[in-house]
């Protein structure tokens, strides 16, 4: 089944969910691994190509998945399930989505914050819409900075909170992601 039923999702949100997850928890390891690389270390401009290659990839698969949640909308959480976990599942949800299109979006800025496009691995370059100044570029790096490591802690309540309806609540809701 490719669309969501009213009780599981389907393969294509499915494929969403999971590539952007490890693409997002790559990058968020990446970055990591970059910030203390010099400019003349060999790795440097590999991890720094490949850190933006993927965000705008982030961004490709996070716009196909909101338009995709358009055509197949999510399942409903069961009913057992508190409202107060309810609402916080929602908004979880929603600040994932929020920084899957910001995180990309202000790794952009950065990027091109000088006016220049970002090629990639020569095949095409993404151009530069606009050149931003020196200050506005120190904001939208700590504003990256920032959303990345809140982007990580997020993702580990959303595991935790699937992990706990698993084991502990058993009410399925994980089962419903997992490849069954």
């Not at 999971?18 to 390891?29: N, V």
């Not at 998945?65 to 916080?88: D, G, K, M, T, Y």
């Not at 970002?118 to 530069?128: C, H, S, T």
Request: hydrophobic fraction near 55%.
């Amino acid at each position: 089944m490719l669309k969501n039923t009213r009780d599981r999702y389907g393969l294509v949100t499915k494929l969403f969910h999971w590539a952007i997850a490890f693409s997002i928890l790559g990058l968020i390891w990446l970055g990591w691994y970059m910030v203390d690389l010099t400019y003349y270390d060999p790795w440097y401009h590999k991890t720094l190509s490949l850190h933006r290659v993927l965000g705008l990839g982030v961004l490709a698969a996070a716009v196909c998945f909101l338009l995709w949640n358009r055509v197949s909308p999510p399942p409903a959480l069961p009913r057992s399930i508190p409202r107060a976990q309810q609402l916080a599942a929602a908004g979880v949800h929603h600040l994932l989505f929020l920084m899957m299109l910001l995180l990309p979006v202000t790794g952009y800025l950065i990027s091109t914050s000088a006016g220049q496009g970002i090629p990639v691995y020569g095949w095409f370059e993404v151009p530069a819409l606009l050149a931003v100044s020196e200050a506005t570029r120190d904001l939208v790096i700590a504003i990256h900075y920032y959303c990345a490591y809140g982007t990580g802690v997020l993702a580990a309540l959303h595991a935790a909170a699937a992990f706990k309806h698993q084991f502990i609540d058993r009410d399925g809701v994980l089962a419903r992601m997992i490849w069954r």
